[in-house]
């Protein structure tokens, strides 16, 4: 009888052993287990300048130009539109007394325009698009400048012209912008590519 009691104290304490044991482990949390994440992104990437293209273009040779520089670049575009357009009369060079001729002739002379550029504070970068009238850029470009603060921006200027080269035609604008930074500009033809337009702004550094 002692010999039975004796084997069933020892098998209820292995018993008991073997409960403690299995009770050591607690599972982990939800809590704990969700500790554990994917690292985020940085959030100070430094960001590309924002770009706008304003450009004036009478017969569109310098429309084509600047789509193809605000395509490439992945900027804004915006047209300088005259509020009375040009006619093929006005822009009749043969004639002193056209409209353009007028107006070329008269350094003062500043053609009115229809619409402005909304929050133009936003942007660090504004090519400055234009035909060659006279070896300059056309008068309604210095109505523009005018009508903003460049300060602390970078300007660019580029044109089209069937002959006549860039030359200083941007020089009575940068008199005017004088607290901006201008790099050089460039003169394109009616025909130029958008591997052309583009390889001259990428290698101006503005990115």
Not at 49 to 67: D, H, P, W
Not at 107 to 123: F, L, T, W
Not at 130 to 143: L, N, V
Not at 181 to 202: C, E, I, K, Q, Y
Request: hydrophobic share 35%; glycine share 10%; charged share 20%.
């Amino acid at each position: 009888m002692k010999k039975i009691v004796t084997i069933l104290l020892a098998a209820m304490m292995a018993l008991s052993l073997a409960a403690c044991a299995g009770s050591s482990e607690q599972p982990q949390s939800g809590t704990e287990a969700s500790q554990t994440e994917a690292p985020s992104a940085p959030d100070n990437e430094p960001e590309g300048s924002k770009i706008l293209v304003a450009y004036f273009s009478a017969t569109n040779n310098t429309e084509g130009v600047a789509q193809k520089l605000a395509d490439g670049l992945g900027a804004d575009i915006y047209e300088i539109t005259p509020e009375q357009p040009y006619t093929d009369e006005d822009l009749d060079y043969g004639n002193s007394g056209s409209r353009s001729s007028v107006e070329m002739n008269d350094p003062d002379a500043r053609p009115a325009i229809s619409g402005s550029v909304e929050n133009m504070e936003q942007y660090d970068v504004v090519f400055i698009g234009y035909p060659i009238w006279w070896g300059e850029a056309p008068r309604i470009m210095s109505t523009f400048i005018e009508g903003y603060d460049f300060s602390g921006k970078t300007l660019v200027a580029f044109c089209t012209s069937a002959s006549s080269g860039f030359g200083s035609s941007d020089s009575a604008l940068k008199t005017v912008a004088s607290k901006a930074t201008w790099l050089d500009g460039h003169r394109f033809s009616a025909g130029a590519s958008s591997d052309d337009v583009l390889a001259w702004a990428n290698g101006l550094g503005i990115n």
